[in-house]
Nanobody, 125 residues
């Protein structure tokens, strides 16, 4: 059974860091593109980052470029999102998702068909 499970969220002060993990089962992450999204209260879900199946191509939204880094651990079938220099506006539920394709398509949700349950990230002093 295909499953994505996020972890690593929590409460962090502005300027701090968190590392989110997306553990996949039922498929291998090096066959498909994997994306990270977030949704803040009252806002639409936002596409943040993506890593292609080869790992050679990545995408970052302007809102996180230079602060967030996506990576993959094929041995653990897991994708990570390292988040640095966190801001209060980064507060949201963060989701990972599996694409139908092996390439990244910017911030669009369209290619993604399996989603994790989400992990809460709160940035506050």
């Amino acid at each position: 059974q295909l499953q994505l499970v996020e972890s690593g969220g929590g409460l962090v002060q502005p300027g701090g860091s968190l590392r989110l993990s997306c553990a996949a089962s039922g498929f291998t992450v090096d066959y498909y593109a994997i994306g990270w999204f977030r949704q803040a209260p009252g806002k639409e879900r936002e596409g943040l980052s993506c890593i292609s199946s080869s790992g050679l191509s990545t995408y970052y939204a302007d809102s996180v470029k230079g602060r967030f880094t996506i990576s993959r651990d094929d041995a653990k079938n897991t994708v990570h999102l390292q988040m640095n220099s966190l801001k209060p506006e980064d507060t949201a539920v963060y989701y990972c998702a599996k694409s139908r394709t092996n390439y990244c398509s910017g911030s669009s949700e369209f290619p993604y068909h399996y989603w994790g349950q989400g992990t809460q990230v709160t940035v506050s002093s």
